[in-house]
């Protein structure tokens, strides 16, 4: 039996981790206007540094100490961002015409980003999300589902995760009728056709290779466990994950965020829906937490992209999937190569995020804690959960 979390409790640790996040969100704040934030050092204010602080306050119960107006701003900050019609974008050109759901590729992940920012700040966006009307039938939403390549399924599971966000908006803010219907008969169905029970990834069998299914499985799994979907193939998916874990505990070489923390809410998991292979899960998520805290900046400010034991000759660059507007197709973009960037915001969101999920497994790490995650930021959408997130206004 895994060791009892003390989820309520401050451990060293957990403070430390706490200590040094929250160092990192200081140093990349931008004037006295709630929600500025730089993502790097040396940048300008960006959304994306302002969407990853935020996680980073809530994670560390960080949100609550902070006066109501203050948020009020800070959603603005995404209600700036967001069209007539629903969708989130940053030009202003595109947010002034409408949208079809073909022409929404580019404008997916932002507006997921948005939609997740402000779930942890509990505002209603103010316009309803009228650009989803045409996957609100099961057969549209299955098709459209299918109709990415899921040779890719990193890049085709954020674009559907980005759709079950913006459906669950629907369904809770402004009352879209039978969206758990939907999902269940649309959504549900074409990921089981995916799902390659072989490795319990979506696409492997279509020649992704390892890492691009844990990739994808992470975008969609937090769909499986919003929505109560049993989930198959599980102790495939143990395996898989497993063999995915490099010797030094990472899940990329010389470290990377995303790959890292993918890696880690599997394990996490999949420890919570199966005694398969327990002794080798917990044993590679000790050897992760090791990793994860060779990205601790070891002046107490943030989290590296990249281990501090590590040199560039190490790294391999990591490509960011991009729909250009136009393009029929996702392109990579390969970055965090730079051995002149050191951090960047989501690293300090996803290495304790990681972390927290670890020693909620182990239970036993020095670093437990009361972290907070908000399920509808569907990357803290666990099959488990603790310390779920209230009500009121500033959850």
Same mark, same amino acid.
């Given at each position: 039996m895994t060791p009892t979390s003390c989820t309520r409790c401050e451990t060293p640790g957990y403070a430390r981790i706490k200590k040094v996040s929250l160092n990192y969100v200081e140093a990349m704040k931008v004037g006295d206007r709630p929600g500025c934030?730089?993502?790097?050092?040396?940048?300008?204010?960006?959304?994306?540094?302002?969407? *990853?602080?935020? *996680?980073?306050?809530?994670? $560390? @119960? !960080?949100?609550? /100490?902070?006066?109501?107006?203050?948020?009020?701003?800070?959603?603005?900050?995404?209600?700036? @961002?967001?069209?007539?019609?629903?969708?989130?974008?940053?030009?202003?050109?595109?947010?002034?015409? +409408?949208?079809?759901?073909?022409?929404?590729? /580019?404008?997916?992940?932002?507006?997921?980003?948005?939609?997740?920012?402000?779930?942890? =700040?509990?505002? #209603?966006p103010p316009h309803p999300l009228r650009f989803l009307e045409p996957l609100l039938e099961p057969r549209a939403?299955?098709?459209?589902?299918?109709?990415?390549?899921? #040779?890719? +399924?990193?890049?085709?599971? @954020?674009?559907?995760?980005?759709g079950a966000t913006a459906l669950f908006a629907a369904r809770d803010w402004f009352g879209a009728a039978d969206v758990d219907r939907t999902m269940e008969q649309g959504m549900f169905p074409a990921l089981e056709e995916l799902l390659d029970e072989k490795t319990g990834y979506w696409g492997t069998q279509f020649g992704a290779g390892p890492l691009d299914g844990l990739f994808g499985a992470i975008h969609v799994t937090p769909i499986y466990f919003a929505q109560k979907w049993p989930l198959r193939a599980v102790d495939r998916n143990v395996d898989a994950t497993l063999g995915c874990q490099r010797d030094d505990g990472s899940f990329w070489?010389?470290?990377?965020?995303?790959?890292? $923390?993918?890696?880690?809410?599997?394990?996490?998991?999949? %420890?919570? =829906?199966?005694?398969?292979?327990?002794?080798?899960?917990? &044993?590679? &998520?000790?050897?992760?937490?090791?990793? %994860?805290?060779?990205? !601790?900046? +070891?002046?107490?400010?943030?989290?590296?992209?990249?281990?501090?034991?590590? #040199? +560039?000759?190490?790294?391999? /660059?990591?490509?960011?999937?991009?729909? #250009?507007?136009?393009?029929?197709?996702v392109v990579a973009e390969h970055r965090d190569e730079d051995p002149n960037r050191t951090h960047i915001m989501l690293g300090t969101w996803f290495y304790p995020l990681s972390i927290a999920l670890i020693a909620h497994m182990l239970g036993d790490t020095g670093y437990e804690g009361p972290y907070r995650l908000n399920p509808m930021s569907l990357h803290q959408c666990n099959v488990f959960s603790f310390n779920p997130p209230t009500t009121e206004t500033v959850s």
């Open positions: 934030y730089r993502k790097e050092p040396g940048g300008d204010e960006s959304f994306y540094g302002s969407y *990853h602080a935020l *996680h980073i306050l809530d994670l $560390f @119960n !960080e949100l609550a /100490p902070i006066a109501s107006g203050a948020l009020d701003v800070w959603a603005e900050r995404f209600f700036d @961002n967001q069209s007539e019609q629903g969708f989130f974008a940053a030009d202003a050109q595109v947010r002034r015409r +409408p949208l079809g759901i073909d022409d929404m590729e /580019p404008y997916w992940h932002f507006t997921r980003g948005n939609l997740w920012s402000l779930r942890l =700040l509990n505002r #209603k939403l299955y098709r459209w589902v299918k109709h990415y390549d899921w #040779k890719n +399924p990193w890049a085709s599971a @954020n674009q559907v995760l980005a070489p010389g470290g990377s965020d995303c790959p890292d $923390f993918d890696g880690a809410y599997m394990m996490a998991n999949l %420890a919570a =829906l199966t005694d398969y292979r327990r002794e080798d899960l917990d &044993a590679a &998520a000790r050897r992760y937490l090791d990793h %994860a805290l060779q990205h !601790e900046d +070891p002046n107490g400010v943030g989290w590296l992209l990249h281990r501090r034991d590590s #040199k +560039p000759s190490d790294w391999r /660059p990591r490509p960011h999937w991009i729909w #250009k507007p136009g393009a029929q197709e």
